[in-house]
C-alpha cells in the first residue's frame, strides 16, 4: 500500500490564483481531513469527510473548499490565494471506527 | 477558544535516558487523547493514545500518563535514541467522535549521543 500520498510536495502562488492540492489513499478509509501546519502552532483541521458525499467544516475552512466524489481522493481547492494560506498543508485519512490517523508526507505552500 | 497546550518547546537530552514530555488541556470535556511523532519533513506518526477512563497505558517504549485532576498528559519515552529526536504533539477529541481533533503547539525533543 503506498498510504496516503499528496501532490504536489511544494507549490508557491500568486495571490488570488486559484489551484487544487491533491490527497489519495489506499486503504480503503472512509475519513479523510486536511489539516494546515503553521510555526508555532499545532495542526489545525480545515475540512473532513466521513465518507463519499459527505464534508464538513472544520476549525479553519474558510478560503478552502473540499469535496469527496470517491472513497480514494479528497481534494483540497483553494479559491483565491492569499500570502495567509502560505503553510504546510496535511492530509490524513483513518476508518471511521478506529482512532489511528495515517497522515500525508504534507504540501509546502508559498503564496506571494 | 479551548486549547490544547504545551510546558517546553525544546527538550535536550542524552542517548539511554529516559525523557518526559508534558501537555496542558483545558477541555474536561475531552475524552480521548492521543501523542503523535512529527519527524523533520514528514506528516505525523501515531504514537499511542488513551481515552479519559485510563490513567496510564504503555507501549513499545513509551508510556502516556492522563492525570484528570489537574488536566495533565505526559509521554515518557524509555532509553531514548537518537531516532526519537522529532516534535511530539499531543491531541486531544473534544467528545466529537474523532472528528475533530485539536492539536498541541508540540515539544521538539532532541537526543544527542
Redesign the interface.
Known amino acids: 500500500n503506498a498510504g496516503?500520498t499528496q501532490t504536489p510536495k511544494f507549490q508557491v502562488l500568486k495571490t488570488g490564483q486559484s489551484m487544487t492540492l491533491q490527497c489519495a489513499q489506499d486503504m480503503n478509509h472512509e475519513?479523510m481531513s486536511w489539516?494546515r501546519q503553521d510555526p508555532?502552532?499545532?495542526?489545525?483541521?480545515i475540512h473532513?469527510s466521513?465518507g463519499a458525499g459527505i464534508t464538513?467544516q472544520?476549525?479553519v475552512p474558510n478560503g478552502y473548499n473540499v469535496s469527496r466524489s470517491t472513497t480514494e481522493d479528497f481534494p483540497l481547492r483553494l479559491l483565491s490565494a492569499a500570502p495567509s494560506q502560505t503553510s504546510v498543508y496535511?492530509c490524513?485519512s483513518?476508518t471511521t471506527q478506529g482512532?489511528?490517523?495515517?497522515?500525508?508526507?504534507?504540501t509546502r505552500l508559498t503564496v506571494t | 477558544g479551548e486549547s490544547?497546550g504545551l510546558h517546553l518547546p525544546t527538550l535536550s537530552v542524552q542517548e539511554g535516558d529516559n525523557s518526559i514530555i508534558n501537555c496542558a488541556y483545558s477541555n474536561s470535556a475531552s475524552d480521548?487523547f492521543?501523542w503523535y511523532k512529527q519527524e523533520s519533513?514528514?506528516?505525523?506518526?501515531?504514537i499511542i493514545?488513551i481515552r479519559s477512563n485510563m490513567d496510564k497505558r504503555q507501549g513499545q517504549r513509551v508510556t502516556v500518563l492522563l492525570n484528570k485532576t489537574v488536566k495533565h498528559l505526559s509521554l515518557q519515552i524509555a532509553a531514548t535514541q537518537p531516532g526519537d529526536s522529532a516534535v511530539y504533539?499531543c491531541?486531544e477529541?473534544l467528545n466529537t467522535g474523532?472528528?475533530?481533533?485539536?492539536?498541541?503547539?508540540?515539544t521538539r525533543l532532541l537526543v544527542s549521543p
Open positions: 496516503v475519513y489539516y508555532g502552532m499545532g495542526l489545525r483541521l473532513y466521513v464538513d472544520g476549525e496535511f490524513a483513518r482512532y489511528e490517523q495515517y497522515f500525508g508526507p504534507g | 490544547v480521548y492521543i519533513g514528514k506528516g505525523p506518526q501515531f493514545d504533539f491531541a477529541d474523532f472528528q475533530k481533533l485539536v492539536f498541541g503547539t508540540g
